[in-house]
């Protein structure tokens, strides 16, 4: 079975610039997590979806969005962007929700902004 | 606030030796526990978890102790293979709270020397 997939792997964009990520969960996986990754502040969870639904969000500003589709995949979108952006933004599926069920992660998506 | 704390930034042992990881956390709300491995630009990999209702769990060279008293888990790696040097991150959810969201550590960096 073929795990997550994240695209694209690497992005560059310019501040001010917005970006859209996304994410294949594991087939047959209901539930996506976004996270992101800084040396500063370690993994820190973004959102939660579930059967379209966000379910839960962390304290990131109104700039980080995302949605997830009828098929499962996901997007998250930051717009207006800042340097301080810049971090691995990881994707991980679970087949339940409610903390329920193991997540498994994604490879990521490294964002550089300049 | 941190609520979950690997308070060892690094760690190296010998090859075939045993590795022993600690965290720590704050919220008694916690209830499910896992441990994850992470290669550099590469998503985390799950490798073990346990539930609050046990206090140990193994899984071939890997195992979980927990102590619900003092609030720590610790992932024992025995024996040690110079392939398990990656960074050793434990991290924490509210089952209770009907979320996916995981709480991390700040991480572990493990050397095994051959």
């Known amino acids: 079975k073929a795990g997550v997939t994240q695209t694209p792997r690497y992005l560059i964009k310019t501040r001010g610039q917005q970006v859209t990520l996304s994410c294949s969960p594991i087939s047959g996986h209901r539930s996506v997590s976004w996270y992101q990754q800084t040396p500063g502040q370690g993994l820190q969870f973004l959102f939660e979806y579930f059967s379209e639904t966000q379910r839960n969000k962390g304290n990131f500003p109104g700039r980080f969005s995302g949605r997830q589709f009828s098929n499962s995949r996901s997007e998250m979108n930051v717009s207006t962007l800042e340097l301080g952006d810049s971090a691995l933004y990881l994707c991980?599926?679970?087949?339940?929700?409610?903390?329920?069920?193991?997540?498994?992660f994604g490879p990521g998506t490294r964002l550089t902004v300049l | 606030d941190q609520q979950v704390k690997q308070n060892s930034p690094s760690l190296s042992v010998q090859e075939g030796r045993i590795s022993i990881l600690n965290c720590d956390y704050t919220?008694?709300?916690?209830?499910?526990f896992l441990w994850y491995k992470k290669y550099p630009a590469e998503g985390p990999t799950f490798l073990i978890s346990i539930s609050s209702i046990k206090d140990k769990n193994e899984d071939g060279r890997f195992t979980v102790f927990l102590n619900k008293s003092a609030k720590h888990l610790s992932l024992h790696i025995v024996p040690s293979q110079p392939g398990d040097s990656a960074v050793y991150f434990c991290?924490?959810?509210?089952?209770?709270?009907?979320?996916?969201?995981?709480?991390f550590g700040t991480g572990t960096l493990l050397a095994v020397q051959p």
């Open positions: 919220n008694s709300m916690f209830d499910y």
């Open positions: 991290a924490a959810s509210d089952r209770g709270g009907a979320t996916n969201k995981l709480i």
């Open positions: 991980a599926s679970s087949f339940l929700a409610g903390g329920a069920d193991t997540q498994y």
